[in-house]
T-cell receptor, first 114, second 117 residues
Framework: AQSVTQPDIHITVSEGASLELRCNYSYGATPYLFWYVQSPGQGLQLLLKYFSGDTLVQGIKGFEAEFKRSQSSFNLRKPSVHWSDAAEYFCAVGTSGSARQLTFGSGTQLTVLP | GAVVSQHPSRVICKSGTSVKIECRSLDFQATTMFWYRQFPKQSLMLMATSNEGSKATYEQGVEKDKFLINHASLTLSTLTVTSAHPEDSSFYIC?????????????FGPGTRLTVL
């Protein structure tokens, strides 16, 4: 069975600083990987996804993520954080062949200081 | 594109009553929809997978008689919490799957906050 680990429960950064959120996965085959963002009381918005090809994936809102098979990681990055980026971020892995069974990490809460 | 709506966004009900939550894919057809439950400060827990025209597949530990799921069309799935109790209070989120070659993705609704008194 697949699993996802987000080691950082809470991260605080200053506005304008760079950001990296960590995600490690465990899955026997080639994973489908996703990053979602959730604002308080809201559903999840897809930031980006990786299925195959270029291991550096660009997403919305200036986010990018890099798939590193050797490290079983899919870390999310942003060069300059904005106050509106404060939210909960979830990494997820989908089973081979579809995203029909997603396993989510426990989430990382991002606080942005002015 | 790929917008999913949920209704209602918030519901308060008395213990013992039933509550229906609707999930709609607004601009695409979804053969598969998913229902999740999220407790405060926690991640999403998959409750069931719903395929249009067939019975839902429930995750282990989820009572199918308590959480009735109907996926009557390619754009609508409903979750009915029957005989709700305070422990059923939670944030329920649905998602709809967009499938295609290398393009399988779930798009999520805004969630429904259920409070059972």
């Amino acid at each position: 069975a697949q699993s996802v680990t987000q080691p950082d429960i809470h991260i605080t950064v200053s506005e304008g600083a760079s950001l990296e959120l960590r995600c490690n996965y465990s899955y026997g085959a080639t994973p489908y990987l996703f990053w979602y963002v959730q604002s308080p009381g809201q559903g999840l918005q897809l930031l980006l996804k990786y299925f195959s090809g270029d291991t550096l994936v660009q997403g919305i809102k200036g986010f990018e993520a890099e798939f590193k098979r050797s490290q079983s990681s899919f870390n999310l990055r942003k060069p300059s954080v904005h106050w509106s980026d404060a939210a909960e971020y979830f990494c997820a892995v989908g089973t081979s062949g579809s995203a029909r069974q997603l396993t989510f990490g426990s989430g990382t809460q991002l606080t942005v200081l002015p | 594109g790929a917008v999913v709506s949920q209704h209602p966004s918030r519901v308060i009900c008395k213990s013992g009553t039933s509550v229906k939550i609707e999930c709609r894919s607004l601009d695409f057809q979804a053969t598969t929809m998913f229902w999740y439950r999220q407790f405060p400060k926690q991640s999403l827990m998959l409750m069931a997978t719903s395929n249009e025209g067939s019975k839902a597949t429930y995750e282990q530990g989820v009572e199918k008689d308590k959480f009735l799921i109907n996926h009557a069309s390619l754009t609508l799935s409903t979750l009915t919490v029957t005989s709700a109790h305070p422990e059923d209070s939670s944030f329920y989120i649905c998602s709809a799957g967009v499938t295609g070659p290398g393009a399988d993705t779930q798009y999520f609704g805004p969630g429904t906050r259920l409070t059972v008194l």
